[in-house]
């Protein structure tokens, strides 16, 4: 009987043993993991908002000859700057130059009848004085004076626009601007209004055009009245800076109802013709938060569900125990994970607005396999692991 409690309490004792180790295990904390930190610091970050934007010119006017006729002259070197004024087409004039001298000799002939009408009514009149003649001829004299006085102005006006027709006959330029490439050459005929002969466009100032959210026209609209020297740059298709700056010139006079967005045009010196009508650019935009501002690496930060978290380093003090007596205070290091709100990057730092400030070590390697309130032990850069805590 004594040997058969035996062989029974032999398995248990087993098994209570393996239990009591493997609940050791359990109590047993893990193990620090290794992490590199670097000290969030407090540097001047001046950064820009980009918009997409297309040059454009100021003031454009496309060449359109407003009399009919075949091109008789070319009087520019397509691609030049030609100054207001210049001669820059020719039409056929011939027959608006005849008609202009009819028009001329029309207005002759209808002031020789009304020279005429006058000394009849003069005549006229003094042989009513006379009783030598009816009345009624003398009325019809007087009529025949308004007729030819109306007549004399219908000639006035046909002369003003043979005139204006001869004008035409001659293109000009309206403003000092470049020219572009002729779209007609010599005996092209031409419509009146509807014949495209060139485009001439002024170059200096010159504007860029961007479309911007309906939220942001009221920052629009202050910077409008308060922009700086450094509020607008320019970058260029091939990636460089333009250099020299700009200001807003207009705001579009309304939103558009499809898209909630609005145009707004930034004005930009061109004295040296970098900028040409169409070029694509991009706006850059001082953001109002630049500033003496929080930076930490990039790549300390970790996204979840669209929210942005970075484990910062806290020294605590745990107490080693053994039963219900304290053996030793132990100082450890510890990742605390945190919450926080994003500026924009500068170069491979990124701005901290909120939830961590200047002298806080921020975990930027290892930090994949951390947890909330885990062990960690440092290395790189940073203090050492059981450092005192910043005060």
């Known amino acids: 009987m ?29 193990p620090p993991t290794p992490v590199s930190v670097k000290e969030a610091i407090k540097a001047e970050a001046t950064y820009y908002d980009l918009y997409q934007g297309t040059v454009i010119s100021i003031n454009t006017t496309e060449l359109r000859s407003q009399v009919p006729g075949f091109v008789t002259g070319i009087f520019f070197k397509e691609g030049d700057i030609v100054p207001k004024g210049k001669v820059l087409y020719e039409i056929d004039k011939r027959k608006y130059l005849a008609a202009f ?9 209808a002031q020789a009848n009304l020279v005429k009408a006058q000394k009849d009514i003069d005549r006229y009149n003094m042989l009513l004085k006379n009783d030598a003649i009816a009345r009624q001829t003398v009325d019809q004299a007087e009529a025949a ?8 102005a219908v000639a006035k006006a046909a002369l003003e626009s043979a005139r204006t027709d001869l004008s035409f006959a001659t293109i000009t330029a309206p403003f000092t601007g470049r ?24 170059e200096h100032p010159i504007g860029v055009d961007v479309v911007i959210n309906e939220q942001e026209i009221n920052r629009f609209y202050d ?10 740059k320019l970058q260029l298709p091939d990636g460089t800076t333009y250099n020299k700056t700009g200001k807003v010139l207009a705001i579009d006079r309304g939103v558009s109802s499809g898209t909630g967005s609005i145009k707004v045009r930034i004005q930009f010196p061109n ?62 290091t510890i990742a605390k994970q945190v919450k926080v709100k ?20 921020v975990v930027t390697d290892g930090f994949q396999r951390l947890r909330d309130g885990g062990r960690i032990t440092l290395g790189g850069s940073g203090p050492p692991a059981g450092a005192a805590p910043k005060k």
């Open 223 to 232: 910077l409008k009245k308060a922009s700086s020297d450094t509020t607008f």
């Open 101 to 109: 001298q009819q028009a001329q000799a029309n207005v002759l002939s």
């Open 145 to 152: 004076y308004e007729t030819n006085k109306s007549q004399v």
């Open 179 to 202: 020219i572009g490439i002729s779209q007609v050459r010599l005996g092209t005929q031409v419509s009146a209004g509807t014949t495209l002969m060139n485009t001439i466009s002024a």
């Open 342 to 361: 994003l500026g924009p990057r500068v170069n491979t730092d990124i701005v901290v607005m909120d939830g961590i400030k200047a002298g806080d070590n």
């Open 271 to 332: 004295e040296d013709d970098a900028l040409k009508d169409g070029m694509s650019c991009v706006l850059r935009v001082l953001n109002g938060q630049s500033g003496n501002r929080v930076q930490i690496p990039n790549k300390a930060v970790t996204e979840q569900m669209g929210e942005f978290f970075v484990f910062v380093t806290r020294d605590t003090t745990v107490k080693d125990t053994a039963g219900d007596k304290t053996i030793k205070d132990r100082r450890d």
């Open 2 to 30: 004594k040997n058969r409690y035996i062989y029974w309490l032999a398995p248990a004792a087993l098994l209570a043993l393996a239990s009591c180790k493997g609940k050791a295990k359990q109590d047993a904390a893990p």
